[in-house]
């Protein structure tokens, strides 16, 4: 129908662009309506819901909400995935622009060092997710003792619950090969003009690297941001797999994304999980509105 | 930055004012440069060292302080084990069968769609296209319940269907990666082949895609590696333990066999990733411009 409303405002050599490129892009427009839109209208129904999965939803209205806010283990997991996206996130990013960085400072051996950092993060999380399980056992594994070398008594790491949050943001550091590469490659695009220009006037090194280095990469940083805390919010698989999906001990390693998961297929609380996940949803929003917010600020777009 | 001081001076001035103050504070900070290097490159390798060495354990060897490196004797023994405990040829074949019918989907679907928002003129494109990328910022966990029940309707859940379907439909990563590929290729290829009488899709299929392998074995390779590594999507759509994949495999072999048969897992896990390793020292060149070029215009 819409298309015939607006044929008269279309010249033919339009229309004919018109098909051709909807019929190109159709397997998107298929997935976009039954992947992404469908299910999302159908969770938001589900959240206001009753729905144990053999069972059709009743709907309850905003029952599922208030049982939330005084759900004690639904606000554990509200708070250890703020904890763990605090701390990982800006960790991750900090870590990766300074090894980005030693990179750019024409070493030798670039393609070696780069893939030393790079390979962790191409393995499979379920290995990254074992391995990390043995070094952290406080019996015989290998992290205590290389402290024990410098005369720190380890803590038991995943199995304290002081300690079991800093231990997942240790390993995430693991995998922060790939922000590295793009870091590299957005670091290898400055013109070199502009820092030698900078030295010229006498900024130090410190000051190439605040006033002009990490302002013209700043847009890759905030992707890097963006895409790294919308990560931190579904951070489900190393939990699951080194908690055996419980979140032990404790509750201290229970992210939201567990719970969920729990609710769902444990509890088999669609409409309960299905609420969760909006609650997730509209906070990871408006972490990205103000990230784009606030960048606006800071981040510079070359002019554009 | 101490190479940059460098190339500023040497562009300037030649090598023969260096002062030896300053060939010394220059030669320090390179030493600096690699001592970082080797304690930062430290953090990523010990892990496989001893994911290597625990492979090798007998159980004894496993909770023994300080901690051994080489076992004595290597147990081989362990990777039988894997194959013989846990089945893990069967996780690999599971796999495969999950990945390979994924790597050709996401190639042609993605190739597809990226060409009409690249190569193709029409009204509204650039709209649409930014919607592709809005949805890359819609976490998966809003809709995997709804989805659950969909498939778990049409009677899918304990089939491959659920995690190879979606991948014939593209992916926002994949189009756009695709996109920025097919808008570097010059416009005259394609005007050249209408004035022929050539249609849009011969030109994306005899033109276009040939001039893309490069940027199809980036999609193919990623895919295959999402495939891979995948962990959630098998873990809620496979109940049977015959259709388990390498990943939902090894992790369910650490509830079953637990901590005194670690070094089984551990030899599992090594012959997870090698898969892994092995891909990316053959294409070592196309993953590092891939990600390169997904992070460029993020």
């Known amino acids: 129908m819409k298309l015939h409303l607006k044929r008269p405002r279309l010249s033919h050599q339009d229309r004919h662009g018109l098909i051709t490129g909807l019929l190109f892009i159709s397997p998107w427009i298929v997935g976009f309506l039954v992947f992404r ?46 904890y763990y996206a605090l701390f990982a996130v800006p960790l991750g990013a900090c870590f990766g622009i300074l090894l980005a960085m030693l990179l750019n400072m024409k070493v030798k051996g670039l393609s070696i060092w780069r893939t030393i950092f790079y390979l962790p993060s191409i393995t499979p999380v379920v290995a990254t997710a074992l391995v990390w399980l043995w070094m952290f056992n406080p019996r015989g594994g290998i992290i205590n003792y290389v402290l024990s070398l410098v005369g720190i008594r380890g803590p ?3 199995g304290s619950p002081e300690w079991a949050k800093p231990a997942l943001i240790l390993m995430s550091l693991w995998g922060v090969g790939t922000a590295v590469v793009i870091y590299l490659a957005a670091l290898q695009d400055v013109p070199r003009e502009l820092t030698e220009a900078a030295q010229l006037d006498g900024a130090n090194a410190g000051q190439q690297i605040w006033f002009v280095t990490l302002p013209m990469i700043s847009p890759v940083i905030l992707f890097t941001l963006i895409t790294g805390l919308i990560g931190a919010f579904q951070y489900f698989t190393e939990v699951h797999v080194m908690t055996g999906g419980t979140g032990s001990p404790a509750d201290s390693t229970l992210m939201m994304s567990i719970y ?44 554009r | 930055m101490a190479s940059q001081t460098s190339a500023v001076a040497l562009s300037q001035d030649g090598q023969h004012r ?67 405990q846990a089945e893990f040829s069967v996780y690999v074949l599971n796999t495969l069968k999950i990945a390979i019918p994924s790597v050709i989907a996401a190639v042609l679907s993605n190739s597809l769609v990226a060409y009409g928002f690249a190569r193709v003129r029409w009204p509204g494109r650039d709209a649409v296209f930014a919607l592709v990328l809005a949805t890359l910022i819609l976490p998966g966990f809003v809709t995997f319940i709804p989805l659950y029940i969909i498939f778990h309707r049409l009677g899918w859940v304990n089939t491959y269907a659920p995690l190879v379907i979606p991948v014939f439909f593209a992916n926002p990563f994949f189009v756009f990666l695709l996109r920025q ?28 895609l040939p001039l893309a392998k490069p940027a199809l074995a980036v999609v193919a390779l990623f895919q295959f590696i999402g495939s891979w590594n995948d962990y959630f999507g098998p873990l809620i759509y496979l109940n049977d333990k015959a259709l388990y994949t390498v990943s939902l495999g090894i992790a369910n072999m650490r509830t079953t066999y637990g901590f005194m048969n670690f070094a089984w897992i551990m030899a599992a896990t090594v012959m997870s990733v090698v898969p892994i390793i092995v891909l990316f020292f053959f294409a070592q060149r196309l993953f590092i411009e891939g990600i390169a070029l997904t992070g460029l215009k993020g």
Do not use: C
Request: glycine residues 6%; hydrophobic residues 55%; aromatic residues 22%.
């Open chain 1, 156 to 158: 038991g790491w995943l």
């Open chain 2, 181 to 208: 590929f097919f808008m570097g290729l010059p416009i005259e290829l394609s005007d050249a082949a209408k004035v022929d009488g050539a249609s849009e899709l011969a030109i994306f299929w005899r033109i276009i």
């Open chain 2, 18 to 84: 260096h002062s030896a103050r300053y060939r010394v504070f220059h030669g320090t900070a390179e030493v600096a440069k690699y001592v970082a290097l080797v304690f930062f490159s430290a953090f990523f390798i010990l892990p496989w060292v001893w994911m290597v060495s625990t492979s090798l354990k007998n159980p004894q060897e496993l909770v023994v302080w300080p901690p051994i490196w080489i076992p004595n004797p290597i147990r081989w023994d362990n990777y039988v084990q894997a194959f013989a």
């Open chain 1, 260 to 303: 969920l998961w729990q609710s769902a297929f444990q509890f088999f609380k669609m409409g309960y999980a299905s609420a969760q996940a909006w609650i997730m949803f509209v906070i990871v929003v408006i972490f990205t509105v103000i990230l784009f917010r606030v960048s606006g600020r800071v981040v510079y777009y070359g002019g």
């Open chain 1, 37 to 82: 839109v469908v299910p999302f209208f159908m969770s938001l129904y589900f959240s206001f819901t009753f729905y144990p999965v053999l069972e059709s939803p009743t709907w309850i209205g905003l029952a599922n909400y208030r049982n939330l806010l005084t759900d004690g283990r639904f606000i554990s997991g509200l708070y250890n995935t703020a």
